[in-house]
């Protein structure tokens, strides 16, 4: 029962962590579309 908690916490974080590195990847993205509208 344990280890099946923690197998789904451990899948969990990995979501996270992936939409994390999706979020900043597209932050950075809009930045530099926006700093090429300005320029």
């Known amino acids: 029962m ?6 789904n916490m451990s899948s969990v974080f ?3 962590k992936a939409v994390n590195q ?3 990847g ?4 809009l930045l530099d ?3 090429n509208r300005i320029i």
Request: charged residues 30%.
């Open 14 to 16: 990995k979501i996270i």
């Open 22 to 24: 999706v979020i900043k």
């Open 26 to 29: 597209n932050k950075k993205y």
């Open 33 to 35: 579309y926006f700093n």
């Open 2 to 7: 344990k280890v099946k908690v923690f197998l």
